[in-house]
């Protein structure tokens, strides 16, 4: 049966009254009452406790868990404030509780919360790979949508995302690949020496840059670069209203901030990789000139001689996948983003992290994949 007069807690001229019954008719309410107050905050605070009318053990919980069993024993103390059976309630009540030993958390074994982190990491995955197929989903029946429709097309954003995804890149992209492929160069010429095929340095370098570090050093690059720009880019769009904005105006924010990006991405990363591949022929060419004094004329003999076509188209065919990946990943990871600038940078790493994780590994696959085919 509920209390007619349930208790309340009320600051009134610097002072907490409290008043009405406190028993455990109403106990769900007076835990409510006492979780409103800080019982930090209240150590200073005068009580009046006049007003107090029924109390049980229960109710005397309660205003122990709001101002402490010490400050509650002082106050119980105190003559005349209280009649006698009263006082004598939530003294008890406050000394049992001051004096309750602490509970001591549960004891979990290692193996227990390795398997709880590996569940809540592989829901975690599974949850992400739901998110990014569906993503990439919308983007695809997007992009089929907006094709046979030109004036739909976006190709000042489109031309803007290529000026900053490929053209911004070029340098920095033919700048590392160069030096990888001297390293490359230098790696093989040093453990060929002592076998005397010293000569096969040129197919190191041709081989590897040809079918692994042309495209990978490329989207890796891109990854790091290109997708955070679109995720902070696009967070910021979402922090500021900007998506809530342009769906008020009735746009599709896929059709209208991801599709460029994504072709762009598209038409650069294959761009960039023939780049890469060609900056890092040149940086091994070089070494071997200086180093092996096999000069550019026998490097590219070689390389005509010896390299089959087939391992330049398979370098280049895994462009368009990574750059579809790395464009979806970064623009999902925008849309995610939070309310605040935190959420922004929180996402930013996830896209740079995600991105280069599936470049990867799908490269791995790839590699696996063609190898097992013989190309």
């Known amino acids: 049966m509920s209390p007619q007069n349930p208790g309340e807690v009320l600051m009134v001229a610097g002072a907490l009254v409290i008043r009405g019954d406190w028993t455990l008719a109403a106990y769900e309410h007076l835990r409510a009452v006492a979780g409103t107050f800080a019982t930090e905050k209240l150590e200073t605070v005068p009580v009046d406790i006049s007003g107090l009318g029924r109390v049980d053990t229960a109710g005397a919980s309660q205003l122990v868990s709001l101002l402490?069993?010490?400050?509650?024993?002082?106050?119980?103390?105190?003559?005349?404030?209280?009649?006698?059976?009263?006082?004598?309630?939530?003294?008890?009540?406050?000394?049992?509780m001051a004096n309750r030993p602490e509970p001591q958390a549960p004891s979990v074994s290692q193996f227990t919360v390795f398997l709880s982190e590996t569940g809540r990491w592989m829901e975690g995955l599974f949850e992400l790979l739901r998110m990014l197929n569906g993503f990439i989903g919308q983007t695809l029946a997007a992009l089929l949508w907006t094709l046979p429709r030109p004036r739909r097309w976006r190709l000042t954003s489109f031309v803007a995302a290529?000026?900053?995804i490929g053209l911004n890149a070029?340098?920095?992209?033919?700048?590392?690949?160069?030096?990888?492929?001297?390293?490359?160069a230098f790696l093989g010429a040093t453990v060929l020496e002592d076998f005397g095929a010293t000569i096969y340095t040129v197919h190191l370098v041709a081989f590897s840059f040809l079918?692994?570090?042309?495209?990978?050093?490329?989207?890796?690059?891109?990854?790091?670069?290109?997708?955070?720009?679109?995720t902070a880019h696009i967070g910021a769009m979402k922090v500021n209203k900007e998506l809530d904005?342009?769906?008020?105006?009735?746009?599709?924010?896929?059709?209208?901030?991801?599709?460029?990006?994504?072709?762009?991405?598209?038409v650069s990363l294959p761009?960039?990789?023939?780049v890469g591949m060609i900056a890092g022929l040149v940086?091994?060419?070089?070494?071997?000139?200086?180093?092996?004094d096999i000069y550019p004329s026998q490097f590219m003999a070689i390389i005509e001689r010896d390299i089959a076509l087939r391992h330049f188209l398979v370098g280049l065919s895994k462009a368009p996948i990574f750059a579809f990946l790395i464009a979806v990943v970064g623009c999902l990871e925008g849309f995610k983003v939070g309310g605040s600038a935190q959420s922004i940078g929180q996402h930013t790493t996830s896209s740079v992290v995600q991105s280069i994780f599936m470049v990867i590994l799908l490269d791995s696959i790839a590699a696996l994949f063609f190898m097992e085919m013989g190309w």
Not at 176 to 182: D, S
Request: charged share 15%; proline share 6%; hydrophobic share 60%.
């Open 68 to 96: 402490g069993p010490e400050r509650l024993l002082a106050i119980a103390s105190q003559p005349d404030v209280l009649p006698a059976e009263k006082s004598a309630l939530l003294c008890a009540v406050g000394e049992a």
């Open 170 to 184: 070029l340098p920095i992209v033919a700048l590392l690949t160069f030096l990888v492929g001297a390293v490359v």
């Open 211 to 230: 079918r692994e570090f042309g495209v990978l050093l490329a989207a890796i690059l891109l990854a790091g670069r290109t997708a955070s720009a679109f």
């Open 271 to 274: 761009i960039l990789t023939f």
């Open 162 to 164: 290529v000026q900053d």
């Open 245 to 266: 904005a342009i769906r008020t105006l009735g746009l599709n924010p896929i059709e209208l901030l991801v599709l460029p990006r994504v072709l762009a991405m598209l």
């Open 283 to 292: 940086g091994g060419a070089t070494v071997c000139a200086l180093v092996l």
